[in-house]
Antibody, heavy 119, light 111 residues
Framework: QVQLQESGPGLVKPSQTLSLTCTVS??????????WTWIRQPAGKGLEWIGR???????NYNPSLKSRVTISMDTSKNQFSLKLTSVTAADTAMYYC???????????WGQGTLVTVSS | QSALTQPASVSGSPGQSITISCTGT?????????VSWYQQHPGKAPKLMIY???NRPSGLSNRFSGSKSGNTASLTISGLQAEDEANYYC???????????FGGGTKLTVL
């Protein structure tokens, strides 16, 4: 059974870097035909796709965030990570990691982690 | 602004059927069959309900069905139940760009 779990600080100061990790079990981040994805959702709003990393390490990012986002993977720990620099209050959101399969659907999600940007 | 357009809200009474639309373009919804739908209850992670336009994940109720006509995909829920009250999001692969977008979401209210 595939499971994903987000982890990282729940509070980040403005202008600092948000760093989150998604630990995957039941699948390998470095094999198969999956994209490993980060998605966020501000309170009361819709889903926003942040970016993804393929099993080969190739990444794609939301153009609106591209200058501030880096997604990487650690195959030894079966994890992938998100870094978002120069955060502002607008980056306050629930952050989800998800598996995006070869049929372009998110079939497994983490439970989400709330990140608040505040001094 | 979402590239995929959904109605902000729909409602129905228990036992009735409702349909939620997701309108895109020939580059996304109309160009292939990679449309998926997600249900999200308050405080919960989204859950996959439909993939590849009309396929249901194993174990999901057959009250949920998906279809597509031209540039518009649809999610139909039949025999509405109170537990169906949630937000629903569509997602479509887009061939013209290397990133993904969701529909703006539709709040389903069961009256």
């Amino acid at each position: 059974q595939v499971q994903l779990q987000e982890s990282g600080p729940g509070l980040v100061k403005p202008s600092q870097t948000l760093s989150l990790t998604c630990t995957v079990s039941g699948d390998s981040v470095s094999s198969g035909r999956n994209y490993w994805t980060w998605i966020r959702q501000p309170a009361g709003k819709g889903l926003e796709w942040i970016g993804r990393i393929y099993t080969s390490g190739v990444t794609n990012y939301n153009p609106s965030l591209k200058s501030r986002v880096t997604i990487s993977m650690d195959t030894s720990k079966n994890q992938f990570s998100l870094k978002l620099t120069s955060v502002t209050a607008a980056d306050t959101a629930m952050y989800y990691c998800a598996r995006d399969g070869p049929g372009y659907y998110f079939d497994h999600w983490g439970q989400g982690t709330l990140v608040t940007v505040s001094s | 602004q979402s590239a995929l357009t959904q109605p902000a809200s729909v409602s129905g009474s228990p036992g009735q059927s409702i349909t939620i639309s997701c309108t895109g373009t020939s580059s996304d919804v109309g160009g292939h069959n990679y449309v998926s739908w997600y249900q999200q209850h308050p405080g919960k992670a989204p859950k996959l309900m439909i993939y590849e336009v009309s396929n249901r994940p194993s174990g999901l109720s057959n009250r949920f069905s998906g279809s597509k006509s031209g540039n518009t995909a649809s999610l139909t829920i039949s025999g509405l139940q109170a537990e169906d009250e949630a937000n629903y999001y569509c997602r479509s692969y887009t061939s013209s760009v290397a990133y993904e977008v969701f529909g703006g979401g539709t709040k389903l209210t069961v009256l």
